[in-house]
């Protein structure tokens, strides 16, 4: 590692460090961002009231009653008519639960709203054994809500009757074991000349799969909901919870978004946020770092409105960050017609979730920002990873196997490198001399020019070293993205660390180190010391450079001890990574040593100088113009 390179990633890291402790907010910020979201969406609600009750106006020129929607309390339908209308015999019933389970999770329905109450992961855990819940039940809600008789009606407090099969079901749980399973949940509505008049829900569910599909059918709704309404709100709102040991820059959740037929686009993992988008949106996904509750409209939804803030009570110990999403579904008339969604409650697996083909694998952070990183994880690195683990070897076994083939690939690389640095070794006492020939500070113009004219007598290009190792860093950068994100890692153990996607803990510390934690990784420590020994005998290596800034070889030194406290909270996949990438490094440069005889490369260099210097066809049209012009070059 050069002094350049060492002082750029000393530059970024710094950059890094100082920008998020910057951009951190204080308590007293986060309050009032609070407050603000929190009085932006009641405006926004309240400006959706007044477009749909001028549409009402509008069609059917009657004074509009001001209602307040509550639950209802009475078992009399006509006291619950002024609050709920058409809707009043729905208002009331038991707040039941039914099961719907297929081979990899379980959904929990209510019969109050109609909605998915609560999804449990039973192919996986959450970090400490629990089962995997993906929200808190009890805060949990879906809301459907429209025009209907100058009122405001919400889905979400009316009582949905289930239906199997278009028969009243009456049990507890449903399985699809090798069959699709479909259930209808249906709010009635009164109505007149016996004709059925309701809303209905239909959840799909396939036998091993995490996408659920979703129907909203609206029958025989003449009258009720108005004639000229050309869309229903649709409000989604989850409490997440914890299901990592820890939550880092690679686990903050945050809401995704995709742009209809466009880019994937997301809020701020940082910090709370929110955004309006005014034009078609295809999904909304409330993303966390290995799974994923994603709403998919089977055409797009006409805009959103999406945001995520922490609460400042707790409802869960386990919570996590509170997600909400407000679309518009589009409504063509008020009779029999039916809305497509889909539901993905899975985990964020880049093969599983590219084969449907939404752009959801966007989610993943794979280095999208930069082409080169993604191109290198998504065609060499998870097609490699992936193959590799399908033989079942534990993946500590696989990362040592995909370390191994990346630095053969890289082989011919770190020799050309390796080539330079003893090209410069050779070199270097000749330099020397042209230091102490120049030593003053306003011939530093005359020393760059002396070293360029050896550089080129000698044949040796000072820019091959950096050539090759700027090829190397998107594929250290690219891995870097990769290991956090795989789920591949979760939970899986390798030595002394119990879960490869998180940090391994050799060592509880009974207090909290600042900008290192409250415990000793191993893998971390092993890095670390791998790479100071590396520095060390670069530095070996390379010898004492001329003109090195002072401090240089101290701030070569820190590199490492930053990296300490930096790695320290990440998954130990990535440590144990870069740990074997510096073993291996160790033994190509010996092996590169009993290659390269430094004598033969000297007198290759000697033979370079008696040879005449090759002038590039603009150096001669540059002395040709020179020579026309009476100038001697």
């Given at each position: 590692m050069n002094r350049d390179t060492t002082l750029g990633f000393i530059l970024i890291a710094l950059i890094l460090i100082g920008y998020s402790i910057w951009m951190t907010p204080s308590k007293e910020e986060m309050a009032e961002r609070q407050r603000k979201a929190d009085s932006i969406a009641v405006v926004r609600q309240q400006n959706k009231i007044l477009d749909s009750l001028q549409h009402a106006l509008e069609a059917a020129q009657v004074p509009v009653q001001a209602v307040e929607i509550q639950p209802a309390t009475s078992d009399s339908i006509e006291p619950l008519t002024d609050l709920y209308g058409a809707f009043a015999i729905s208002a009331t019933g038991e707040d039941n639960d039914i099961v719907l389970e297929n081979k990899v999770f379980r959904i929990t329905l209510a019969s109050k709203g109609g909605a998915i109450r609560k999804v449990e992961h039973t192919q996986y855990q959450t970090w400490d054994s629990l089962p995997l819940i993906v929200f808190e039940p009890s805060t949990a809600d879906f809301d459907l809500n429209f025009f209907s008789r100058n009122r405001i009606i919400n889905t979400h407090s009316l009582y949905f009757q289930p239906y199997v099969d278009g028969k009243p079901f009456q049990g507890e749980r449903l399985i699809s074991e090798t069959d699709n399973l479909s259930i209808s949940m249906r709010a009635?509505?009164?109505?007149?000349?016996?004709?059925?008049?309701?809303?209905?829900?239909?959840?799909?569910?396939?036998?091993?799969?995490?996408?659920?599909?979703?129907?909203?059918?609206?029958?025989?709704?003449?009258?009720?909901?108005?004639?000229?309404?050309?869309?229903?709100?649709?409000?989604?709102?989850?409490?997440?919870?914890?299901?990592?040991?820890?939550?880092?820059?690679?686990?903050?959740?945050?809401?995704?978004?995709?742009?209809?037929?466009?880019?994937?686009?997301?809020?701020?993992?940082?910090?709370?946020?929110?955004?309006?988008?005014?034009?078609?949106?295809?999904?909304?996904?409330?993303?966390?770092?290995?799974?994923?509750?994603?709403?998919i409209a089977g055409e797009a939804f006409d805009n959103a409105f999406m945001r995520h803030y922490e609460k400042e009570i707790k409802p869960n110990p386990r919570y996590l960050k509170t997600m909400e999403a407000s679309v518009e579904l589009p409504l063509q008339g008020s009779s029999d017609q039916q809305i497509a969604l889909s539901f993905y409650f899975g985990p964020n697996s880049f093969p599983d979730l590219r084969?449907?083909?939404?752009?959801?694998?966007?989610?993943?952070?794979?280095?999208?920002?930069?082409?080169?990183?993604?191109?290198?994880?998504?065609?060499?690195?998870?097609?490699?990873?992936?193959?590799?683990?399908?033989?079942?070897?534990?993946?500590?076994?696989?990362?040592?196997?995909?370390?191994?083939?990346?630095?053969?690939?890289?082989?011919?690389?770190?020799?050309?490198?390796?080539?330079?640095?003893?090209?410069?070794?050779?070199?270097?006492?000749?330099?020397?001399?042209?230091?102490?020939?120049?030593?003053?500070?306003?011939?530093?113009?005359?020393?760059?020019?002396?070293?360029?004219?050896?550089?080129?007598?000698?044949?040796?290009?000072?820019?091959?070293?950096?050539?090759?190792?700027?090829?190397?860093?998107?594929?250290?950068?690219?891995?870097?993205?990769?290991?956090?994100?795989?789920?591949?890692?979760?939970?899986?153990?390798?030595?002394?660390?119990?879960?490869?996607?998180?940090?391994?803990?050799?060592?509880?510390?009974?207090?909290?180190?600042?900008?290192?934690?409250?415990h000793v990784s191993l893998f971390t420590l092993l890095m670390t010391i791998s790479t100071i020994i590396y520095t060390y005998l670069n530095n070996q290596m390379m010898g004492q450079q001329t003109g090195q800034m002072p401090g240089m070889k101290t701030m070569m030194y820190f590199m490492p001890v930053m990296f300490l406290g930096i790695f320290n909270n990440y998954a130990s996949g990535l440590s144990y990574y870069y740990m074997l990438t510096n073993l291996i490094t160790f033994g190509q440069m010996f092996i590169f040593r009993q290659l390269i005889n430094e004598d033969k490369l000297r007198a290759r260099i000697e033979a370079n100088k008696k040879k005449p210097v090759k002038k590039s066809a603009f150096q001669k049209r540059m002395e040709e113009a020179a020579k026309q012009r009476g100038v001697k070059m």
């Open positions: 009635y509505a009164d109505g007149e000349d016996n004709v059925e008049r309701y809303i209905e829900y239909e959840y799909i569910l396939k036998p091993d799969e995490y996408m659920l599909d979703f129907l909203i059918r609206f029958k025989g709704m003449e009258g009720i909901i108005s004639s000229n309404t050309t869309f229903v709100n649709l409000d989604w709102k989850l409490d997440l919870l914890q299901q990592e040991r820890t939550v880092d820059r690679f686990s903050t959740p945050t809401i995704y978004y995709k742009h209809f037929q466009d880019d994937v686009d997301n809020l701020s993992e940082r910090k709370n946020d929110e955004k309006s988008v005014k034009t078609r949106v295809k999904w909304v996904s409330f993303k966390q770092r290995f799974f994923s509750a994603t709403l084969d449907y083909k939404l752009d959801l694998e966007r989610q993943i952070p794979l280095g999208w920002g930069f082409f080169l990183m993604a191109w290198i994880n998504i065609y060499v690195v998870i097609p490699v990873f992936t193959f590799l683990g399908s033989y079942g070897w534990n993946y500590g076994i696989v990362i040592l196997i995909l370390t191994i083939l990346i630095k053969a690939v890289l082989f011919p690389i770190a020799y050309k490198t390796y080539m330079s640095s003893a090209k410069m070794r050779v070199l270097k006492p000749e330099i020397d001399e042209i230091s102490a020939k120049y030593p003053k500070q306003e011939d530093a113009m005359k020393k760059q020019q002396a070293i360029m004219a050896l550089y080129k007598r000698a044949g040796v290009n000072p820019m091959s070293g950096c050539i090759p190792m700027l090829l190397q860093m998107p594929i250290l950068i690219a891995m870097f993205r990769f290991f956090p994100s795989s789920i591949e890692l979760r939970q899986q153990s390798f030595l002394w660390a119990t879960d490869l996607s998180s940090f391994d803990s050799i060592l509880d510390l009974p207090f909290t180190i600042p900008f290192y934690g409250s």
